[in-house]
């Protein structure tokens, strides 16, 4: 199993920046992917960005793509994603996934991110 915990949510102006952590544990050295996602109230979940553990390679949502970067420290375990230029729209629950080799997805409790105009 893969144990999840987000941190670095909070309320911030339009325009201005914040981190987000994932600490994993567990297995989280038998993922295959991390990745970011969102639910703001009465929509669905969105997948915002993610990353490809063995290659690095990276995935952006459109409305992201320059302002948002994901990236990953192996070495502390921690999937982090940048975000600059926050928009309103941006306000929602943010949430760490990360997939097992065996197909499995594991999922944070969450942190939030509200955005004022």
């Known amino acids: 199993q893969v144990q999840l915990a987000e941190s670095g949510g909070g309320l911030v102006q339009a325009g201005g920046s914040l981190r987000l952590s994932c600490a994993a544990s567990g297995s989280s050295s038998s993922t295959t992917t991390m990745g970011w996602y969102r639910q703001a109230p009465g929509k669905e979940r969105e997948l915002v960005a993610r990353?490809?553990?063995?290659?690095?390679?990276?995935y952006y949502k459109d409305s992201v793509k320059g302002r948002f970067t994901i990236s990953r420290d192996n070495a502390k375990n921690t999937l982090y994603l940048q975000m600059n230029s926050l928009k309103p729209e941006d306000t929602a629950m943010y949430y760490c996934?990360?997939?097992?080799?065996?197909?499995?997805?594991?999922w944070g409790q969450g942190t939030q991110v509200t955005v004022s105009s």
């Open positions: 990353i490809v553990s063995s290659t690095g390679t990276t």
């Open positions: 996934m990360a997939r097992h080799l065996f197909g499995i997805d594991y």
